[in-house]
């Protein structure tokens, strides 16, 4: 009586191991290791590859790189400081208990980290850039405490405290508005598709004229920004650069234009990014 039960209890578990294999077998074929072409750079860790005729964004994990591929142009979030400040701005990131990664005066992934984790406790708008607000509240420990004990909004009041020379409110419009443009062109620069809804597809903007179209509205919110008194110059850098978003643009590579995208979306985000640039200088 035994062996019956004995033989159908080994049956069972060879067919559960033997289906247990097969699956493990397509499972497999999912996770293979496969081979991808870097067709485009992002920034210093996010590439776009293709895969099998399939666009993928790829990040790298755990690298230290510049916020920027553009040969000519300087880091995209250091706001053009200086390797000294960018140097000084660590060590008091590193004194506050923010880890920026090396202490070298080079902008980083790690520094742009830790300044968006300073911001974010202080209360200021968390862009991960080293504005003029955010250099001064980390050279200012002491301002940060006056506000706090003032009880009044943090970005206002350390306008206030600032210094001309630190973005204050004494600083001039037409630096506020140039922040503006070089952060909206950076953010026109760095898409790289744009989705046609009539193929259905994502369309890469590098043989398009989206690049140049974008940033022409960008200069245009630069403008009007420019003419503008200081308590409206944000906004109407914001309004003026939307009002100049293109809705399609040119393909090169198909001779044609693409008529229903989201490339209008695309160039509005821009703006706003632009906008917040101002409002923090």
């Known amino acids: 009586m035994k062996k019956p039960l004995f033989i159908t209890t080994f049956t069972i578990t060879t067919l559960l191991f033997l289906s247990v294999l097969a699956n493990a077998k397509k499972f497999y074929q999912y996770i293979r290791p496969v081979s991808a072409t870097c067709i485009r750079a992002i920034d210093g860790d996010t590439i776009i590859v293709n895969i099998a005729g399939v666009k ?32 000084i701005a660590q060590l008091q990131l590193k004194k506050m208990g923010f880890d920026p990664g090396s202490i070298d005066g080079k902008w980083g992934r790690k520094t ?8 974010k406790s202080i209360g200021i708008d968390v862009t991960g850039g080293l504005d003029s607000i955010t250099y ?18 943090m970005k206002l009041c350390l306008k206030i405290l600032a210094p001309k020379s630190q973005g204050g409110m004494a600083g001039t419009a037409s630096n506020a ?28 903007t590098d043989n398009t004229d989206y690049v140049d179209n974008c940033s022409d509205a960008c200069r245009r919110g630069k403008n009007y ?47 706003r990014s632009g906008e917040r640039a101002c409002d923090s200088y």
């Open 56 to 87: 993928e964004r790829v990040r790298l994990i755990g690298v230290d790189t510049p916020e920027t591929k553009h040969p000519r142009k300087p880091v995209q979030y250091a706001q053009q400081r200086t390797s000294l400040e960018i140097y």
């Open 112 to 119: 742009s980290e830790a300044v968006r984790s300073f911001q």
């Open 136 to 153: 001064y509240a980390l050279q200012s420990p002491k301002a940060i405490v006056t506000c706090r004990q003032a009880k009044v909004e």
């Open 177 to 204: 508005c140039e922040e503006a443009f070089q952060r909206c062109e950076s953010e026109c620069e760095n898409t790289d598709l744009i989705y046609d809804y009539d193929s259905g597809s994502y369309v890469s």
């Open 225 to 271: 920004c420019e003419d503008e008194s200081s308590d409206e110059n944000c906004y109407e850098f914001k309004r003026a650069c939307n009002n100049d978003c293109p809705s399609d643009f040119f393909d090169y590579s198909k001779g044609e234009y693409r008529l229903i995208t989201d490339a209008e979306d695309q160039c509005e985000d821009a703006c």
